[in-house]
């Protein structure tokens, strides 16, 4: 079965900072990669996705990743990072298929201090 | 805004009573899963549909049961609650016209004391 791999459990930054959240994956077919981030108190929400194309993919707030098939990674960036960003992230990844399910990383904390 | 609607969104219940949480979608998608949440484990499936009466097992299925009877509604089932199964509930539905992205709900926090 495949797993998702999330390094960082808890990663404090200041605002301005650079952030780079890891993601690994482990499985060796045609995969779906996502970033979801959960604000404290809510629902997850969908960051951004690589579907196929370009593996530098841009989605909301700012954030991207880079899909890098050879290092089975998606790595999450944002170059300046603003307090509103303290959240949750988790990576998934879905794999051809498995019924469109996903399998979620264990999820990085990001606290941005003022 | 996906549609979709958790209920109860915050239940207390003691050990060995049964509780049944509800996700009801407005727009008849016909995939809907369920996951835990929790601290360390992140997000892990329980069970999901692919259609009505059309389950299968997650990879923590033990001790819930699922029941689909209509498009809109996919029911998750404690027989007989355990402290373990203390945790933050989602349902998710999956659009047919997107990418395979998933779409969550509020989520149920359900405390077995």
């Known amino acids: 079965a495949q797993s998702v791999s999330q390094h960082n459990h808890h990663v404090i930054l200041s605002e301005a900072a650079s952030l780079e959240l890891g993601c690994n994956y482990s499985y060796g077919g045609t995969v779906n990669l996502f970033w979801y981030v959960q604000y404290p108190g809510q629902h997850l929400q969908l960051l951004l996705k690589y579907f196929s194309g370009d593996p530098l993919v841009k989605g909301i707030k700012g954030f991207e990743a880079e899909f890098i098939k050879s290092k089975f990674s998606f790595n999450l960036r944002k170059p300046s990072v603003q307090w509103s960003d303290t959240a949750e992230y988790f990576c998934a990844v879905r794999t051809r298929g498995s019924n469109y399910k996903l399998t979620f990383g264990k999820g990085t904390l990001l606290t941005v201090n003022p | 805004d996906a549609g979709i609607t958790q209920s109860p969104r915050h239940k207390v219940t003691e050990t060995g009573t049964p509780v049944t949480l509800r996700c009801h979608q407005t727009e008849n998608h016909r995939y809907m899963y369920w996951y835990r949440q929790d601290p360390g484990h992140g997000l892990r499936l329980i069970h999901y549909s692919y259609g009505v009466k059309d389950t299968d097992k997650g990879e923590v299925s033990d001790g819930y049961s699922v029941s689909r009877s209509k498009t809109e509604d996919f029911l998750l089932t404690l027989e007989s609650a355990t402290s373990s199964q203390t945790s933050v509930y989602f349902c998710?539905?999956?659009?047919?016209?997107?990418?395979?992205?998933?779409?969550f709900g509020e989520g149920s926090r359900l405390t077995v004391l």
């Open positions: 998710a539905i999956r659009p047919a016209d997107g990418t395979g992205e998933l779409f």
